[in-house]
């Protein structure tokens, strides 16, 4: 079969064109747009978010549709949304505002979604920030005002494989090998932050990894869904930049054949990714592979997976917002053509930290950062959240 033309100019994947395809070609596969998106739905009490959406004209959520709407992907990640039991949150959303158009936007439809538990405020019952005190967000598996706090959401326009979907919120950080464990910098034992009970019980994942299939004609396209704890909000023993390192090391393991070995689902189904799957990763990583508090070469470990391709989105927006703000964006290493977060002119400044990568066996032909000029019609949507949706297209082969 024809590969789609991939072309690239300063470094970013352009928009392409089918190569000339028989129509049986054509008819072997299909395109499809997957985005990730941090949308800030996120509230700061349990049920909050229902009441929001449980009628129309919610400001925020009125923007967030827009973007959505203007963007139009066929599956989509968002980052942030509070888990509610029964996909109500969900539900809501969809009905009262995605399938009405937004400010002349086209309604969208998603028959298909898919959301899960969150480790964001369930209870270790351990001092995990040494405060002296047992209780809080900062003690919980994830940081968290309440359980499912800053949660996931996957939205389909293709069916999702229920039966096959493998979740991984409850892995222990302990389990992952050579696990880079926070050190006690006043003591001379090493990754000794954490008690060995604590260890115990601590979970690696802030929120959760979902492998969530979907099924596009007759092939199936694994949905890594995550979105590892910022790096930061921490002290010198730097126990969520070393996590937000081993979050994202875990699809990197899971993606390459031989590495996963180690690795168990919320069932008890062990290993990682079959060598020949298909698979798209998805979501707000908080790491910037130049900038930011990240570990070093943190998510350059995913970027550089044996079986990822590197697509590289960008917008002119980001590039407008670094020059317009200044601040901490001054002197960055980063290209800001590929920023996709909105933060802090102080600091850290304007981050590149969502990421849509395809895996080989698919072919993406074009991807972008929705981030609209500021004399653009649509740049008031910029505000809709302090990230910006990202969306990869990519032609998915028959099998």
Known sequence: MKRIAAVLTS????AGTLLAATPAEAAA?????????????????????????SQPGNAQANE??????RNRPDV???????????NRAADLFRENYLKRGQNGAAPIDYPYAFTAPSNTGVVTGFDLDRDGKVGGGNDAHGFG???????????????????????????????????????????????????????????LSSKSHWDVPIRVGRSTVHFLAAHPTPPTFDGPEDRNGTRNNDEIRFWADYVTPGKGRYIHDDRGRR??????????????????????????????????????????????????AAQDQAG????????????????????????????????????PWHAEVFWPLPDSPLARLNDASDHHLV????????R
């Open 11 to 14: 470094g970013a994947l352009l």
């Open 29 to 53: 596969g299909r395109n499809v747009r997957f985005a990730t998106y941090n949308a800030s739905l996120n509230r700061g009490a349990a049920g909050q978010l229902v009441t929001d959406l």
């Open 64 to 69: 967030v549709a827009e973007v959505i709407q």
């Open 76 to 86: 989509l990640l968002i980052n942030e949304f509070d888990y509610v039991p029964g």
């Open 145 to 203: 005002l309440f359980e499912g706090q800053y949660g996931m959401l996957v939205l389909s326009k293709y069916p999702i494989d229920t039966k096959g979907v493998r979740t991984f919120q409850k892995f222990l950080w302990k389990d992952m090998p050579g696990a880079l464990l926070p050190d006690d910098p006043a003591t001379p034992a090493p990754n000794d932050w954490y008690s060995p009970q604590a260890l115990d019980v601590l979970r």
């Open 271 to 320: 290993g990682g990714l079959g060598a020949h799957e298909k698979f798209v990763i998805a979501g707000d990583h908080n790491s910037d592979p130049l900038d930011g508090d990240s570990v070093p070469g943190a998510i350059s470990r995913l970027l550089n997976a044996p079986r990822v391709i590197e697509t590289r989105p960008g917008s002119e927006g980001g590039v407008r």
């Open 328 to 363: 901490a964006n001054i002197g960055q290493k980063g290209d800001p053509y590929f920023d996709t977060g909105d933060f802090n002119d102080k600091a850290p400044g304007n981050l590149r930290i969502d990421y849509v990568l395809p895996s080989k066996g698919l072919f």
């Open 391 to 398: 969306r990869v297209d990519v032609f998915v082969p028959r």
